[in-house]
């Protein structure tokens, strides 16, 4: 941690600049504009092709998420503004399950 201080000393940077400069890389630290932009390209590069997101602050950073991150990378097209179908099973474009209760219309049918 001396190490840590005499950097952030040297170069002026504040407890959160030090975290981001010296701290793991584990994740995306930056405005909700500047993680959008990095996430939409990656998006539209095919790296990606969904996000999951967790705050570095519980509660509150969830807030920041949903209230700051979402409507930006609603914006630039790579987050869905509503939903398509009533079911998670709709939203992931699966199809219906195969039950008991269809496999009888299907015997009739064939």
Do not use: C, N
């Given at each position: ?5 005499a ?8 407890l959160?600049?030090t975290?981001?400069?010296l ?13 959008a ?7 539209r590069?095919g ?8 705050p ?17 990378l609603?914006?630039r ?6 939903y ?22 299907q015997?009739?049918?064939?």
């Open positions: 941690m001396a190490e840590w201080r950097k952030a000393e040297a170069h002026g940077w504040s959160r600049e975290v981001i400069a701290g793991p890389q584990r994740g995306h630290v930056g405005t909700p504009s500047a993680l932009d990095k996430f939409a390209h990656f998006v590069h790296a990606v092709d969904g996000f999951d997101v967790s570095y602050l519980i509660p509150d950073g969830l807030d920041d998420i949903v209230d700051l991150l979402v409507p930006e609603q914006e097209g790579v987050h869905r503004t509503e398509t179908g009533s079911t998670l099973r709709d939203h992931l474009g699966l199809r219906e399950p195969l039950t008991r209760r269809s496999a009888p219309a015997r009739q049918a064939g």
